[in-house]
């Protein structure tokens, strides 16, 4: 398969990088998808807010997913990859089994990994119990006793923000505190709880989320988590090939235009790797859009080979 003729490399098998596939195999292109299997809500065991798939298993979409792409002629490979660099006309892919493969344009889609705070309890219910998007998983702990794990000078904004999913919010100021006065007037102005001291470790049964325990002894009864963690994008590649990078407060992430180019020509990225904000449902957007504005793109440069070979022709 490595002596493939592909025309674009699509790094990274979630939702992203597999809607921007099914919009370039469509288009009748080569493409080849490299694919780790370690989508970022590969922890949760449903979708929710996604057209046409809420309550759906996100590894169910995926399947499904490759399943349209190999009906026209794309290729999923399952593996790593180590080494991305730029070739003559091309770019060169390498995999951690051994396998090299070559293309004209390439698009990374590997998404990101959540750092969560090294608090005794918190990974283990992440994705069941424990979440960030309000959008995704508030509707199903509406009305319940939901805490706010603060992380950092947002946690407060996040706590308002689940109000509109409950009356019954809980700050836990952990070690950052309430950021400001207003801050702190506005929670108290919307009956929000705010909880001092340290968050120990959070307590479970069962696999069933039911609570906190803070550095003091104090046990908090809640029925969900939501926190910020540290945003870390998996983009090896655009850091290999020297893709510009933008700082943000919740990280440092390659930059991209509207349509996801990159600073690099013939690369492109998508979804959480490039926007950690980009939700299943804008992602697949993200990836659609790539996977047509680089079709574009590869059809301007067939445009100028093809007028070059004729001027050599006729000359």
Known sequence: MNNENW??????????????????????????????????????SHMHAVLGHDGKPPLQLLAE??????????????????????????FSVECSDGETFTARALIIATGLEDQLPEIEGLR??????????????????????????ATGPGSTFQ????????PQIVYLENEVGVPTIEAGSG?????????????????????QLTGVELA?????PLDAIFTAPRFAP??????????????????????????GRTSVPGVWAVGNVVDANASVSVTIGAGALAGGMLNHELILEDIQVAVTAMAEVNE
């Open 124 to 149: 283990a219910l992440w994705g069941s119990g424990v979440a960030v998007c309000p959008y995704c998983d508030g509707y199903e702990v509406g009305d319940g006793r939901i805490g706010i794990l």
């Open 187 to 207: 929670l108290a102005a919307r009956g929000i709880e705010v909880v001092s001291g340290a968050v120990a470790r959070v307590l479970s049964s069962n696999g």
């Open 234 to 259: 998996r983009d090896e590649p655009l850091r290999q090939l020297g893709a510009d990078r933008t700082d943000f407060p919740w990280g440092s992430f390659a930059t991209v235009d509207a349509a």
């Open 65 to 90: 997913g490759r399943e349209e792409i190999a009906r026209y002629g794309g290729v999923v490979h399952s593996g790593a990859v180590v080494a991305t660099t730029a070739v003559n006309g091309g």
């Open 7 to 44: 025309e674009v490399i699509i790094i990274g098998g979630g939702s992203g990088g597999l809607s921007a596939a099914l919009t370039l195999v469509r288009a009748r292109r080569r493409v080849l998808v490299i694919d780790s299997s370690s989508p970022r809500n590969r922890v949760s």
């Open 159 to 166: 706590a308002q923000l689940l109000r509109q999913w409950s």
């Open 216 to 220: 003091d002894g104090r046990s908090i």
